[in-house]
């Protein structure tokens, strides 16, 4: 089991930046692909960014070259930079566990709480 808790989200100006944070407990981490996923109200939840254990990462195409997802497994912490951020970044945003490095929900194992970012205009 892993258990994830995401912090760092809030309201942000269009253009400004934001860091996000996951801190994970539990047993076998270091197993795990880490992803960012974010579902806006009334859209579906979609894969942001997802980084194995060698730092490979893969990016959705919105978010390329503004995000970068990165993680410290001594701290057994997953983080999201978001730089440039626009009123359609605006979502919960959720940490996750996946057993494929890839940006499909249906590979997620375990899941945060999500954390709430607003980008205003």
């Known amino acids: 089991q892993v258990q994830l808790v995401e912090s760092g989200g809030g309201p942000v100006q269009a253009g400004g930046s934001l860091r996000l944070s996951c801190v994970a407990s539990g047993y076998g981490y270091t197993r795990y692909q880490m992803a960012w996923f974010r579902q806006a109200p009334g859209a579906e939840r979609e894969g942001v960014a997802v980084?194995?254990?060698?730092?490979?990462?893969r990016y959705a195409d919105s978010v390329k070259g503004r995000f970068t997802i990165s993680r410290d497994n001594a701290k057994k912490t997953l983080y999201l930079q978001m730089n440039s951020l626009k009123p359609e970044d605006t979502a919960m945003y959720y940490c996750?566990?996946?057993?494929?490095?890839?940006?499909?929900?249906?590979?997620?194992?375990?899941w945060g709480q999500g954390t709430q970012v607003t980008v205003s205009s």
């Open positions: 996750a566990a996946s057993s494929r490095w890839s940006l499909s929900v249906d590979d997620v194992n375990y």
């Open positions: 980084i194995d254990n060698i730092r490979a990462t």
